[in-house]
Structure formats: C-alpha cells, structure tokens
C-alpha cells in the first residue's frame, strides 16, 4: 500500500490515520470498510476521485456565483445512485481525469487567480480524506477564499465532524423525507435519517448564511431542494424540519430544475418533468415557511 501512495501522490502524503481511514473505507454512511488502495466501493473510487471538471461556474445561487463565478471541482463517482441523476457520466460512469494531491491544490489556486469568490467542491462525501488533506495545504500557500461543500447531504457525521474548521459554507441538498421514497429513487432508505443529523452538524459548523457587503456568502449553509414529479421529494415536510431543527434564518434554494435524465425516463412517476401547478404547490409552501432563499424559474 505504501508503494503504491507514494507512486501517486509523491508530492503531498496522507497521514497514517487517513490512509488507514482509505484502507477501511468509512467516510461516508454507506460504510463498505474496502481497502480502496485496491478496490472500489459502492462510489465507485479508489484512493482519490477522478475530477470531472474544474472550472468558474456561474449558474449557482447568487452569494455562491456572484459576478466573477464560482471555482467549481467536480469530483467523480458518488455515494448515491439516483435514478434521475443528471450528472450521471460523471457520478456513476466516472468520466473524469486524474490529479495528483498537487494537482488538486495547484487546481483551487488557479481558480482564486481567475477570480473564483470560493472553491467548490461538488460530490465530495466520498472524498472527504482528500478535502482534509489538500485544504490546509492550499491555505498554507496562500488560498483566501471560502471553501463551499457541495453535497447530496448523505454524508457521515464523523467525517463531517473532522472537516469541521476546514469548510465555510455548506451547500447540502434536503432530498426526501420518507424512507420509501429515498430507497426507490436513490438506493438509500437511510437517507432521511442520515440526512436530517448531517444538515444538523454543518449548521452546528457554520450557522446562518453570512454574506459580505457585495453579497458574496463567506460563511453558513444555503439547503437545496430539488421538486420532484408527485410530490415525491415531500417538500413540505422538508421545509418544516429545516425551520424548525436547522433555523427560522436559514436560507433554502428551491430548484425547478427536474426533468426525466438518466434512467428516470424509465421509471413510472419520476418519467415526467414537474407541472407548473406543482411548482406553484412547492412555491407556496416555501413562502408560507417564512425562509428566506431563492426559488428557480420553472
């Protein structure tokens, strides 16, 4: 094992525990225990992810994006397997390039220099090892700007609790509320459950979205949710738990953006995108929630 780190990464190491973290693979709920010097687990990585793209992204929500974008890494392979995944040539077939931990630092630099108001690292739960490793390196030579973590809020309280110092801001998604539900469409029936403790622990983190004069967010939690088909994402009672367990001040993003990708269009209920008097539906029950955030155009 140790051979083969040193042939990747020369540059930059793991320490003993991280790498012994690597080789009983826990970072996240799924919980596989492979040593992922030598295979993969249920996301479908070794070692360190590949990297589907890096690049400024300007389509988040405004304190995220601003005017100059954000730095966004796309991080293959995923602990999920969303049925309607849009990015699933990234996420599940990893079509992605490989970095060194050398690179990955030189990469969130690169993003600062053009401008990027954060580093973003999306589907990162499976990668937290690699986030522990390259961000107080990126800052000892000289990254300023907020680190966001981009997830599927499927993720490990005891790696969340470790990046606790490291992130900024947290950009979870709050996806379903029924077990059923979260079994059928993602293979997680522990997804409520997971989810709601994890979002509990980032707002523990971070608090309340903190923006700056310019209204650039440099701290807090901005929560995702995705409307489905049915009502299937329950959006409701996804609302009532963020105001009532995160905070009547947290700042949610309700997204309109679901149509049928991957093997959704194969599958009866999620086959359609959302009608407008659905839209309308999870509009109102946003504003009625008294939260403040953003609601898509539809």
Same mark, same amino acid.
């Given at each position: 094992?140790?051979?083969?780190?040193?042939?990747?990464?020369?540059?930059?190491?793991?320490?003993?525990? @991280?790498?012994?973290? !690597?080789?009983?693979?826990?970072?996240?709920?799924?919980?596989?225990?492979?040593?992922?010097?030598?295979?993969?687990?249920?996301?479908?990585?070794?070692?360190?992810?590949?990297? /589907?793209?890096?690049?400024?992204?300007?389509?988040?929500?405004?304190? =995220?994006?601003?005017?100059? %974008?954000?730095?966004?890494?796309?991080?293959?392979?995923?602990?999920?397997?969303? !049925?309607?995944? @849009?990015?699933?040539?990234?996420?599940?077939?990893?079509?992605?390039?490989?970095?060194?931990?050398?690179?990955?630092?030189?990469?969130?630099? %690169?993003?600062?220099?053009?401008?990027?108001?954060?580093?973003?690292?999306?589907?990162?739960?499976?990668?937290?090892? !690699?986030?522990?490793? =390259?961000?107080?390196?990126?800052?000892?030579?000289?990254?300023?700007?907020?680190?966001?973590?981009?997830?599927?809020?499927?993720?490990?309280?005891?790696?969340?609790?470790?990046?606790?110092?490291?992130?900024? =801001?947290?950009?979870?998604?709050?996806?379903?509320?029924?077990?059923?539900?979260?079994?059928?469409?993602?293979?997680?029936?522990?997804?409520?459950?997971?989810?709601?403790? /994890?979002?509990?622990?980032?707002?523990? @983190?971070?608090?309340?979205?903190?923006?700056?004069?310019?209204?650039?967010?440099?701290?807090?939690?901005?929560?995702?949710?995705?409307?489905?088909?049915?009502?299937? /994402?329950?959006?409701?009672?996804?609302?009532?738990? =963020?105001?009532?367990?995160?905070?009547?001040?947290?700042?949610?993003?309700?997204?309109?953006?679901?149509?049928?990708?991957?093997?959704?269009?194969?599958?009866?209920?999620?086959?359609?995108?959302?009608?407008?008097?659905?839209?309308?539906?999870?509009?109102?029950?946003?504003?009625?929630?008294?939260?403040? %955030?953003?609601?898509?155009?539809?």
């Amino acid at each position: 094992m140790e051979k083969g780190l040193t042939a990747i990464f020369p540059e930059l190491d793991f320490t003993e525990e @991280q790498r012994d973290r !690597l080789a009983h693979c826990v970072e996240c709920p799924r919980q596989c225990g492979v040593n992922r010097f030598d295979v993969v687990g249920y996301c479908r990585t070794g070692v360190i992810p590949k990297v /589907a793209s890096v690049n400024l992204h300007y389509g988040e929500e405004p304190p =995220i994006s601003g005017d100059r %974008g954000s730095g966004t890494v796309f991080l293959c392979g995923c602990n999920m397997s969303c !049925l309607f995944c @849009q990015n699933f040539p990234i996420s599940q077939l990893g079509h992605g390039r490989e970095l060194t931990l050398e690179g990955f630092v030189d990469a969130m630099l %690169g993003l600062e220099s053009r401008g990027a108001h954060n580093i973003n690292f999306v589907t990162p739960s499976h990668a937290t090892v !690699l986030l522990e490793a =390259i961000i107080p390196e990126a800052r000892r030579r000289g990254l300023s700007v907020p680190i966001v973590y981009n997830s599927s809020g499927y993720d490990s309280i005891e790696s969340l609790k470790r990046l606790d110092g490291l992130i900024e =801001i947290y950009l979870p998604d709050i996806r379903y509320a029924d077990a059923t539900v979260a079994e059928k469409l993602s293979d997680a029936p522990d997804y409520p459950n997971i989810n709601s403790r /994890a979002l509990i622990e980032m707002h523990r @983190q971070v608090g309340d979205l903190v923006l700056d004069d310019h209204g650039i967010a440099v701290r807090g939690m901005i929560v995702r949710h995705l409307v489905l088909p049915g009502g299937l /994402a329950n959006t409701e009672s996804a609302l009532d738990f =963020i105001r009532r367990e995160i905070s009547p001040e947290a700042h949610v993003a309700l997204m309109a953006q679901y149509f049928p990708a991957h093997n959704a269009q194969h599958t009866a209920e999620i086959d359609r995108r959302i009608t407008r008097a659905e839209w309308r539906a999870a509009v109102d029950v946003f504003e009625a929630s008294g939260l403040d %955030g953003w609601a898509q155009e539809l």
